[in-house]
Structures are given as C-alpha cells and as structure tokens.
Nanobody
Framework: QVQLVESGGGLVQAGGSLRLSCVAS????????MGWFRQAPGKEREFVAA????????SYADSVKGRFTISRDNAKNSLFLQMNSLKPEDTAVYYC???????????????????WGQGTQVTVSS
C-alpha cells in the first residue's frame, strides 16, 4: 500500500507560480511511476504530467507543456509539480498518482494508476 498526500495548492493570480508536493509513505517511491492529474468542476479528470521511476523520462499534456515541470526526489519519497505562468483554466483539484507496474505508454491514462492522493485545490484568478 502507498499513501499519497499532496500539498502546495492555493489561490494565485494569473501569471503566477505554485509548487505542488506529494509525499508518499508505506512503500519506497522509486519503484513507482508517478503522475499528476487534475479535475475541474464539471469536467473529467485529466492528465497533467508523469515521470518515470528514476526520473529520466517525463511526459506532459500539451496544455501545460513549457509551463509546468514534474520532478521527484526518491530519497525523500516525494513528487513535485512546478507550475509557472498559471492561467485561469489551470484551476482544478490536482491529484498525484502512483503505480508500480505501469508501462510508460499508458502514463496518461488515469485508470492505470492504483494509488491516489486526496487532492489539493489550485485556483487561478484572472
């Protein structure tokens, strides 16, 4: 079992930055592919970014490419999402997710992840 806890969300003006963190407990995070997803009110959960077990590979949704950066610190069992140049359309609850057996081709699919955090709210005002 892996327990994931996100933090770092909040209210920010358009153009601002936030850094989300996700701390894992229960298992060594280095065995897991990790991802960030988000869900806005009335919309389905969507992929934001993913990172491979050792951090050598990353993947981003087109909507955040060039603005968001995913990273991880396996020694601290932590996952991060640096969000710059935030837009009102980035407003959502952001979730971190983990899966031990995930093959890279499936990282954008939320149903492939076994473990989820409770989410952290990000609100971007115009």
């Amino acid at each position: 079992q892996v327990q994931l806890v996100e933090s770092g969300g909040g209210l920010v003006q358009a153009g601002g930055s936030l850094r989300l963190s996700c701390v894992a407990s229960g298992r060594t995070l280095s065995f897991y592919v990790m991802g960030w997803f988000r869900q806005a009110p009335g919309k389905e959960r969507e992929f934001v970014a993913a990172i491979s077990r050792a951090g050598g590979s990353t993947s981003y949704a087109d909507s955040v490419k060039g603005r968001f950066t995913i990273s991880r610190d396996n020694a601290k069992n932590s996952l991060f999402l640096q969000m710059n140049s935030l837009k009102p359309e980035d407003t959502a609850v952001y979730y971190c997710a983990a899966d031990r057996d995930l093959i890279w081709v499936g990282v954008m699919e939320s149903q492939k992840y076994d473990y989820w955090g409770q989410g952290t709210q990000v609100t971007v005002s115009s």
